[in-house]
Antibody, heavy 125, light 108 residues
């Protein structure tokens, strides 16, 4: 069974740091791009960051660029999100998601097909 | 940047109703659209990809249509377990994803 399990959330003061982890199982982790998506209390979904496979290319939403760093350890089947200079507006449930990529009807698609249960980050003094 | 709008933001419906949710993109995205369902306190669940393809394991009462800038998610006969919030997501700008603001489907 394909599973993603996030950890590392908690309460942190504004300006502080936190590292989230996402342990993957049930699929070839090294072959899958991955993403982080967050959801502030009572709000919608916001894509935060993504990372490619072999070249490890990284991508960020403007709201976190320069503060968050996504990385992966394929030997440990684990995805990370290092969050620095945290702000109150970063308070959210953070989900990791597996990205399926491939051809369908002659077009190349990438979408999030498996999600973890999420970990809660609260930034408050 | 591609922006997505959804309508309505909220709808109240009864079990057995046919429900339609719209998603509009700020520019053409061909069929690069997905739909997700999210229940309270749970992670999103993929329903539809490539605008109209049903994800494995998703009931056939769910269907998607559209291309370019106008898309629709239809639930042919609403079931009790379908009361949730539905999000569209554009895949055209991958690796940068964008979600719509969501449509909450509630019990009438």
């Amino acid at each position: 069974e394909v599973q993603l399990l996030e950890s590392g959330g908690g309460l942190v003061q504004p300006g502080g740091s936190l590292r989230l982890s996402c342990a993957a199982s049930g699929f070839t982790f090294s072959n899958s791009a991955m993403s982080w998506v967050r959801q502030a209390p009572g709000k919608g979904l916001e894509w935060v960051s993504g990372i490619g496979t072999s070249d490890g290319s990284t991508y960020y939403a403007d709201s976190v660029k320069g503060r968050f760093t996504i990385s992966r350890d394929n030997s440990k089947n684990t995805l990370y999100l290092q969050m620095n200079s945290l702000r109150a507006e970063d308070t959210a449930v953070y989900y990791c998601a597996k990205v399926w990529s491939g051809y369908f009807n002659d077009y190349y698609y990438s979408y999030m097909d498996v999600w973890g249960k999420g970990t809660t980050v609260t930034v408050s003094s | 940047d591609i922006q997505l709008t959804q309508s309505p933001s909220f709808l109240s419906a009864s079990v057995g109703d046919r429900v339609t949710i719209s998603c509009r993109a700020s520019q053409g995205i061909s069929s690069y659209l997905a739909w997700y369902q999210q229940k309270p306190g749970k992670a999103p669940n993929l329903l539809i990809y490539a605008a109209s393809s049903l994800q494995s394991g998703v009931p056939s009462r769910f269907s998607g249509s559209g291309s370019g800038t106008e898309f629709t998610l239809t639930i042919s006969s609403l079931q009790p377990e379908d009361f949730a919030t539905y999000y569209c997501q554009q895949l055209n700008s991958y690796p940068l994803f964008t979600f719509g603001p969501g449509t909450k489907v509630d019990i009438k």
